[in-house]
T-cell receptor, first 112, second 113 residues
Framework: EAGVAQSPRYKIIEKRQSVAFWCNPISGHATLYWYQQILGQGPKLLIQFQNNGVVDDSQLPKDRFSAERLKGVDSTLKIQPAKLEDSAVYLC??????????FGPGTRLTVT | GDSVTQMEGPVTLSEEAFLTINCTYTATGYPSLFWYVQYPGEGLQLLLKATKADDKGSNKGFEATYRKETTSFHLEKGSVQVSDSAVYFCALSEGTSGSRLTFGEGTQLTVNP
């Protein structure tokens, strides 16, 4: 089966600009996660969707980050405006109802 | 809140050496425990898991046992190969299947021939 797809793979922006990331999950996977991985740290959950509803967004900085999952399939994560500390790899993962989460390759964001 | 602590890295070993990467956790309930691996240039992959106390997860020669009494889930392999060079993450998940993962900071393993 095809894996989790993410785009773009790399993005460089200036602070205060906006940016969006896209994730296409494994077909049939109802649960979708966005994680932020800062260099040298483990991934941290930003938001979790079950189908197109939000399950957990307690660690999402809602003043600048937003995410949506239309029709319970693809998802986008947006940052507006970006700060220097947002430089990180943004990982999308999906789960099919069991314990394993399947991760995409990530989008590496550099904010200058 | 939940947290995972991994041994400080990086770890450098010679091929065929014994590997241990320590992992301890703090959780309010009875979490499931995981080891994920990230090979260079690739995404995170599940290596093994254990969902209840005393369970042993194993895969590709790696093993880890869920020790509730010491809140630990140490990763071991008897004989490492160059191809095992990667970053290893310990993680936990509270609640039901599908709950969020809380990760440790990762341990970089380099295996030299």
């Amino acid at each position: 089966e095809a894996g989790v797809a993410q785009s773009p793979r790399y993005k460089i922006i200036e602070k205060r600009q906006s940016v969006a990331f896209w994730c296409n999950p494994i077909s049939g996977h109802a649960t979708l996660y966005w994680y932020q991985q800062i260099l040298g740290q483990g991934p941290k959950l930003l938001i979790q969707f079950q189908n197109n509803g939000v399950v957990d967004d307690s660690q999402l900085p809602k003043d600048r980050f937003s995410a949506e999952r239309l029709k319970g399939v693809d998802s986008t994560l947006k940052i507006q405006p970006a700060k220097l500390e947002d430089s990180a790899v943004y990982l999308c993962a999906t789960g099919g109802g069991h314990y394993e989460q399947y991760f995409g390759p990530g989008t590496r964001l550099t904010v200058t | 809140g939940d947290s995972v602590t991994q041994m400080e890295g990086p770890v450098t070993l010679s091929e065929e050496a014994f590997l241990t990467i320590n992992c301890t956790y703090t959780a309010t309930g009875y979490p499931s425990l995981f080891w994920y691996v990230q090979y260079p240039g690739e995404g995170l992959q599940l290596l093994l898991k254990a969902t209840k106390a005393d369970d042993k997860g194993s895969n590709k020669g790696f093993e880890a046992t869920y020790r509730k009494e010491t809140t630990s889930f140490h990763l071991e392999k008897g004989s490492v190969q160059v191809s095992d060079s990667a970053v290893y993450f310990c993680a936990l998940s509270e609640g039901t299947s599908g709950s969020r993962l809380t990760f440790g900071e990762g341990t970089q393993l380099t295996v030299n021939p």
